[in-house]
């Protein structure tokens, strides 16, 4: 295609949850929208965070004119550190997602050169050839936006993460109208969020869990701990509620709790009434019945405060018998385990442990739209063509059946990370492919990026352990200055003869070896390696990593 | 309590989901109900199988007159190998248990000394003090039994794993008037499966599933892969028996699947009409429409047949467009990231694929009683105590509070591992603890025993790698007979500087230290170590495990 054409290329979240980034760009501009993070599966042993590969936004640094978020979940803006201490440019974002950006680049310390632009819903701006036009959506978090953009080509519309909350609990309510007008007007692609995809419905309003948890909190008797995303700010904002109807005060307990709620109080999303928050050293002085504590851990981090108070090990959260616990969050797949121990635990101390099993009523809503919104939105909008984002693949796929399914898209289409579409006023097609992946960071510092030899060790590692010979070697005659040493970590033998055998092998393999190979390192520690891995497979079946090491002295 | 009381012995199951095993003495005899096996959470690096501790069974082994065993899943039986290689005691168990009995105990050269001694249903048989009757019940796999067993202070049942199913396919039904005849005849003790005590009403029956697949094997129009656990044998069956009404040939594909359907087929409990098995490699000789893979991997095992296929490694299972892929089974908590990558795998190819999702109507049932049956086994037996069995502690709990709700039982206990209930005519109790816990496995071999220092160091290094120091010492000087050696394994620093450092730091570390901290090696690496550590934290952020290695030459 020509140079006419404007180019649509995803960097992160199409084939994956998380770590959203898209690039849109018309000749020598482009913008990016949302840098988020992934949280790593199980088998990226000690990775902390994963962030998309942007070599094709550093490629072209000179172009890219910003970056706009939609929303502050980690998802969308966790990857802002490490791209901007590699591409410094301006970002825009709502009110409340700038606040959660700043304590990010804050730890970091790129707050101080970061260019941080407030948007506000319904008030336009350009960048380049594009007019931007930030829309109120709905959704777990606050002051979240979709995102019109005005293209020499036509309009595109990306939802950002939403769901159609009709009674939205801080009265900001979905914009339907502006979604409407853009339909008359004309949309030219539609990009819209595939989370909730294969639900059926409508997903149910941020308010529709009050009438269970107000019984609930009814009917507790001692202490009542409630536990949710510490981002869920209408969440934290009904419990407070609740607790206040319900004579009990409120301690917050977990550092992204406290952090959350002060964000909200502060932007007025939340506005306790004077002398409902207590400290948390005061729950002790109160009667069990007068207290709501929220807390972090839903699910099951390690080090949270309820994973921690689960087992006697909070100061200030003490788990007795009879008091309640509230899981108002969903299970994240993967997370089974640490949560269902954190369950067990509150069992053996005689909780009553209340979370989201399909048996205990709504306590917890999602914060993305159901088929009916998905088709809703498209209904509204009547893109010409279509494209699913913020999925796996098989969500992406159902995406565009249901797109199809409505009758009114020209084409859906289906892309993944780093494909290039490319779209005239009257086409959409799949051009070409940019470097795209996945960068693994170690301990949260954006520098430590983990390279896949690294991750392999690891899992080798962490599988069998270690078993390292160290050989010495006299540099006057050639010959083994002593009998090798072997050092053992994360693998024992419980027989006594392999070590003195596998020393043994050692020898033998130098001996058999000429003394032009001896003289090549690299190859007389490979021989050893293969024979001494032979050896302990065979006579342990396992697979311990072998590490010659060989000193001249 | 004195000497005249029967004791009960939780060895394993009772606290957690798997690696059943209880003992039951009186006086000078023991008898042990199963002997199975737990797969390892993620944590617990390269151990492939856990077992349960039989300390106990082990200092008293002149006592124990055998191990019953209920049924043939592997959280039974799969314990086995290990406990018969420590102790070798006759094992009984219905004819289909007692097949894969063989085959396990062969694998680990066991077989020949084992002895083995089939057991009927409804034929009693007596162990010392014990009087011992299987009684059918129905279950996921074929030929299980619960047990009660009469001894000098009344009768217990242990009802194994079980749910009433009344219309089992294997024309065996749940024996329901064994057990209302015990209830008349007066029951002291009832352990009961707590497995799925957390779901209101009936458990539907094996046959519940046949509508719906019927319906997918009607409607579908190029090959049909059918995924279940290969111990399924009711769902194999029922796969076969609509593969053949469908008119489509039938190809296992598997070792597990292969394996499970050979040992079905000898025993007569399936019974597939002539022609209707095709080798797998006649897969490609039939039209699409005609051909039904039966293949194992719901689980999402990296090496099973349906993972390989779902990548195009597979030389007889290759899924083509449009091809659809039934999971006949359920996600095992903990596995949804490997069988989600399974299922994206499939959609990229553009299978259909039908799991169970909640929304592709009832394709898969479990095989353990609901709420409604555990009550109906309660209301049969009117045991005058009740202990539940197999379930974390939750499900404990709640299986007391159903069972207290009956209004039968006098009384109703929670026990854990290790716990000793005692029991007379008229009481029990708690009366102290024995040594239990878990055993961890590398590799399958029964005596690979991994010690818990093992796991922690594979998860050291799991998670930051190894940093190793090697340290040479003229045993002429006492000095450094070269500079240090530094290696790395799964870490790794991008600046130049800290490798340098580092060998200066333990030059520093050794010169500092006085001649007779030199001669004292342990210290000597201990700090080392020490110095080593803060450096590498300080300047990385990580955590790699150290090992100073020192060498006199």
């Given at each position: 295609?020509?140079?006419?054409?404007?180019?649509?290329?995803?960097?992160?979240?199409?084939?994956?949850?998380?770590?959203?980034?898209?690039?849109?760009?018309?000749?020598?501009?482009?913008?990016?929208i949302d840098?988020?993070?992934?949280?790593?599966?199980?088998?990226?042993?000690?990775?902390?965070?994963?962030?998309?590969?942007?070599?094709?936004?550093?490629?072209?640094?000179?172009?890219?004119?910003?970056?706009i978020l939609t929303h502050?979940?980690?998802?969308h803006?966790?990857?802002?550190?490490?791209?901007?201490?590699?591409?410094?440019?301006?970002?825009?974002?709502?009110?409340?997602t700038?606040?959660?950006?700043?304590?990010?680049?804050?730890?970091?310390?790129?707050?101080?050169?970061?260019?941080?632009?407030?948007?506000?819903?319904?008030?336009?701006?350009?960048?380049?050839?594009?007019?931007?036009?930030?829309?109120?959506v709905?959704?777990?978090?606050?002051?979240c936006v979709a995102l019109?953009?005005?293209?020499?080509?036509?309009?595109?519309?990306h939802t950002g993460d939403?769901?159609?909350?009709?009674?939205?609990?801080?009265?900001?309510?979905?914009?339907?109208?502006?979604?409407?007008?853009?339909?008359?007007?004309?949309?030219?692609?539609?990009?819209?969020?595939?989370?909730?995809?294969?639900?059926?419905?409508?997903?149910?309003?941020?308010?529709?869990?009050?009438?269970?948890?107000?019984?609930?909190?009814?009917?507790?008797?001692?202490?009542?701990?409630?536990?949710?995303?510490?981002?869920?700010?209408?969440?934290?904002?009904?419990?407070?509620?609740?607790?206040?109807?319900?004579?009990?005060?409120?301690?917050?307990?977990?550092?992204?709790?406290?952090?959350?709620?002060?964000?909200?109080?502060?932007?007025?999303?939340?506005?306790?009434?004077?002398?409902?928050?207590?400290?948390?050293?005061?729950?002790?002085?109160?009667?069990?019945?007068?207290?709501?504590?929220?807390?972090?851990?839903?699910?099951?981090?390690?080090?949270?405060?309820?994973?921690?108070?689960?087992?006697?090990?909070?100061?200030?959260?003490?788990?007795?018998?009879?008091?309640?616990?509230?899981?108002?969050?969903?299970?994240?797949?993967?997370?089974?385990?640490?949560?269902?121990?954190?369950?067990?635990?509150?069992?053996?101390?005689?909780?009553?442990?209340?979370?989201?099993?399909?048996?205990?009523?709504?306590?917890?809503?999602?914060?993305?739209?159901?088929?009916?919104?998905?088709?809703?939105?498209?209904?509204?909008?009547?893109?010409?063509?279509?494209?699913?984002?913020?999925?796996?693949?098989?969500?992406?796929?159902?995406?565009?059946?249901?797109?199809?399914?409505?009758?009114?898209?020209?084409?859906?289409?289906?892309?993944?990370?780093?494909?290039?579409?490319?779209?005239?006023?009257?086409?959409?097609?799949?051009?070409?492919?940019?470097?795209?992946?996945?960068?693994?960071?170690?301990?949260?510092?954006?520098?430590?990026?983990?390279?896949?030899?690294?991750?392999?060790?690891?899992?080798?590692?962490?599988?069998?352990?270690?078993?390292?010979?160290?050989?010495?070697?006299?540099?006057?005659?050639?010959?083994?200055?002593?009998?090798?040493?072997?050092?053992?970590?994360?693998?024992?033998?419980?027989?006594?003869?392999?070590?003195?055998?596998?020393?043994?092998?050692?020898?033998?393999?130098?001996?058999?070896?000429?003394?032009?190979?001896?003289?090549?390192?690299?190859?007389?520690?490979?021989?050893?390696?293969?024979?001494?891995?032979?050896?302990?497979?065979?006579?342990?079946?396992?697979?311990?990593?072998?590490?010659?090491?060989?000193?001249?002295?």
């Amino acid at each position: 295609m020509g140079n006419e054409t404007l180019k649509v290329i995803p960097l992160g979240g199409l084939g994956e949850f998380g770590m959203n980034c898209m690039a849109i760009q018309w000749k020598d501009d482009i913008i990016v929208i949302d840098a988020g993070l992934m949280f790593p599966e199980d088998d990226l042993l000690g990775v902390d965070i994963v962030v998309p590969d942007i070599t094709y936004l550093l490629e072209n640094r000179d172009k890219v004119r910003g970056i706009i978020l939609t929303h502050g979940h980690e998802d969308h803006i966790g990857g802002l550190p490490r791209i901007l201490s590699q591409l410094n440019v301006p970002v825009y974002g709502t009110e409340f997602t700038l606040t959660y950006v700043e304590g990010k680049l804050e730890e970091h310390k790129l707050l101080d050169d970061a260019d941080l632009i407030e948007m506000l819903p319904g008030e336009n701006f350009v960048l380049g050839p594009f007019k931007i036009s930030p829309i109120r959506v709905t959704h777990s978090l606050v002051d979240c936006v979709a995102l019109a953009i005005r293209t020499p080509v036509g309009t595109i519309v990306h939802t950002g993460d939403f769901k159609i909350d009709l009674s939205s609990p801080d009265g900001k309510p979905f914009d339907l109208h502006s979604f409407a007008e853009l339909g008359k007007e004309g949309v030219l692609l539609l990009l819209q969020d595939s989370t909730n995809c294969d639900r059926p419905g409508y997903t149910p309003g941020e308010l529709a869990v009050k009438p269970r948890l107000d019984e609930i909190f009814a009917r507790t008797e001692k202490r009542l701990f409630f536990s949710c995303f510490s981002s869920s700010i209408h969440r934290i904002k009904l419990a407070m509620e609740l607790a206040h109807k319900h004579n009990r005060k409120v301690a917050l307990i977990g550092r992204s709790m406290d952090n959350s709620t002060e964000i909200a109080m502060d932007l007025g999303y939340i506005d306790p009434p004077q002398g409902l928050l207590i400290h948390s050293g005061q729950i002790k002085d109160l009667p069990p019945e007068q207290v709501c504590v929220l807390i972090s851990g839903t699910q099951g981090e390690p080090m949270s405060a309820l994973s921690r108070a689960a087992v006697d090990n909070h100061k200030h959260a003490r788990i007795e018998p009879g008091d309640t616990v509230i899981f108002s969050s969903r299970v994240i797949p993967g997370n089974e385990k640490p949560i269902y121990n954190v369950i067990d635990h509150l069992y053996r101390r005689k909780a009553k442990v209340i979370h989201d099993d399909g048996k205990s009523g709504l306590i917890h809503v999602s914060g993305h739209a159901s088929q009916e919104e998905l088709r809703l939105m498209i209904n509204l909008l009547r893109p010409k063509f279509f494209v699913p984002v913020h999925g796996d693949y098989r969500h992406l796929t159902q995406h565009v059946e249901i797109a199809v399914g409505t009758g009114i898209p020209e084409k859906a289409m289906l892309i993944e990370d780093g494909e290039v579409l490319e779209l005239t006023g009257t086409s959409i097609e799949k051009t070409g492919k940019v470097a795209s992946g996945r960068i693994l960071i170690d301990s949260g510092s954006t520098a430590d990026v983990v390279e896949d030899i690294i991750i392999r060790d690891r899992r080798h590692l962490s599988e069998a352990g270690l078993v390292m010979a160290i050989i010495t070697i006299d540099k006057m005659t050639g010959k083994q200055a002593g009998p090798p040493e072997i050092v053992t970590r994360g693998f024992a033998v419980n027989e006594e003869g392999i070590m003195s055998d596998a020393r043994n092998i050692i020898g033998r393999t130098l001996e058999e070896s000429s003394a032009e190979e001896k003289r090549d390192w690299i190859l007389i520690k490979e021989k050893i390696r293969a024979d001494l891995k032979r050896y302990i497979q065979k006579n342990t079946q396992r697979r311990p990593m072998i590490m010659p090491v060989i000193l001249e002295i």
